[in-house]
């Protein structure tokens, strides 16, 4: 689970890390007000979930609260990268002489947490690991004896960390090892830790990243959730015990298994279609998922058809026929294909409410589906 970046920020300062002054806004109003009461430059940054927000245009500088309300106006409700932003960060700007990077993160193969530290952090950090691998620091951390201040100074050293800022990125390199521990994080991050013209130490942004498994003993952690969305059936679909991801054309796409509904998504762009959806219902999901899944794509006006492509395993292609005969309760709305095949396929088929298009073969449903389509134009 990923923290937006003013929790995540909260938690660092509750550590100790050194963060700049700031709070929420909602609307370019409030934006204008936290900036008067800051009473410096602020940066205006919204808070979603997504990375390189910097160069999306999502995080911007303003040098007066109406100017700061300016810039809330052009980023309180824009598209970053998918994602829709209500809230900015409205926080004092710092003055910026060097950026850092700092992080810990699980190392999977070693099984053990490792500190990743660089002197050349800020935006291009993605850039700089892969073609200058040497700027950037490592070091693994004994999960019994933690980071000791000796280890700490010496990655330090290893990455070019200025001489008179050692102690204090060490102090907070060590601060950020422990937040990550106390909150089973998966990765914890301040990227960039910035060295200002004062020559003080501030955490410009922050990451944090949740182990889901863990979220059962961190529950005020998962009380922080704040998904957002692209739209409603998106985050309604969140909430629902299929897997599904939007997409831009109109042929509704229920398949039991992730292999399956792509290759049945392949198929229809193949044949000169466009679904509308990826939706897997899962390999043993029972009649009353499948209803709930064709009731959800049903209410989609984006979608005309709907194709139904379930090949029965463990899943009994007449219990199938069951969930499908319960969404539509005898009404077929928008046209239905069918392709059942498998366990009980034959019993499934002569189940299912007459006017559904039953086909055995999967080509032969999704050209069905796509000629449906053009004659509902
Ligand atoms: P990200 O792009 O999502 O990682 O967002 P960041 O918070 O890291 O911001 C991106 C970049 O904007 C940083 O690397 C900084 O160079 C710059 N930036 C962010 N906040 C400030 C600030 O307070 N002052 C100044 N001068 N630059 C900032
Ligand atoms: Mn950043």
């Given amino acids: 689970m990923r923290l937006h970046e003013y929790q995540a920020k909260q938690i660092f300062e509750n550590e100790g890390i050194p963060i700049p002054d700031g709070e929420i806004a909602q609307s370019p109003e409030e934006a204008e007000k936290i900036a008067e009461k800051l009473d410096e430059r602020v940066a205006v940054k919204a808070q979603v979930h997504v990375g390189g927000r910097g160069k999306a245009g999502g995080v911007k500088i303003a040098s007066s609260p109406p100017e700061a309300r300016t810039m809330s106006e052009k980023v309180l409700g824009m598209n970053l990268k998918g994602r829709f932003v209500e809230k900015v960060l409205v926080e004092e700007a710092a003055e910026i002489c060097q950026e850092f990077y700092i992080g810990v993160t699980l190392d999977r193969e070693q099984g053990q947490p490792v500190a990743i530290v660089s002197s050349e952090g800020g935006e291009n950090i993605e850039k700089i690991a892969e073609e200058r691998p040497d700027a950037i620091a490592k070091k693994h951390i004994n999960y019994a004896y933690g980071l000791q201040d000796f280890e700490a100074r010496e990655i330090l050293y290893k990455a070019n960390i200025p001489k ?88 509704g796409v229920i398949g039991n298994g992730a292999g399956l509904v792509m290759t049945t998504l392949d198929l229809i762009d193949h044949y000169g279609g466009s679904p509308s959806n990826f939706l897997d219902v899962g390999g043993g999901a029972k009649a009353e998922i499948l209803s709930e899944a064709l009731e959800f794509l049903l209410r989609d006006d984006q979608v005309d058809v709907v194709l139904l492509n379930i090949f029965g395993g463990i899943t009994r292609c007449d219990e199938v026929a069951r969930g499908i005969n319960q969404a539509l309760e005898g009404k077929v709305p928008i046209p239905l294909v069918v392709r059942l095949a498998g366990t009980n396929g034959e019993e499934g088929r002569k189940r299912l409410t007459n006017n559904v298009n039953i086909e055995k073969s999967l080509e032969d449903a999704v050209k069905k589906a796509i000629k449906l389509v053009e004659e509902n134009k």
């Avoid at 060490?170 to 020559?199: H, I, R």
């Avoid at 990451?207 to 952690?221: E, F, G, H, M, P």
């Avoid at 959730?225 to 054309?249: I, M, N, P, Q």
């Fill in 164 to 251: 008179n800022m050692v102690r204090e990125v060490s102090s907070t390199l060590k601060l950020l090892y422990s937040v990550w521990k106390k909150t089973d994080a998966e990765d914890a991050e301040v990227n960039p830790l910035v060295m200002t013209e004062q020559n003080n130490l501030l955490g410009v942004d922050a990451v944090l990243n949740i182990d889901d498994s863990a979220l059962y003993r961190q529950k005020n952690l998962a009380d922080l959730r704040e998904e957002t969305f692209e739209d409603e059936l998106e985050a309604e679909a969140s909430e629902k015990e299929f897997d599904y991801v939007r997409l831009d054309g109109n042929i």
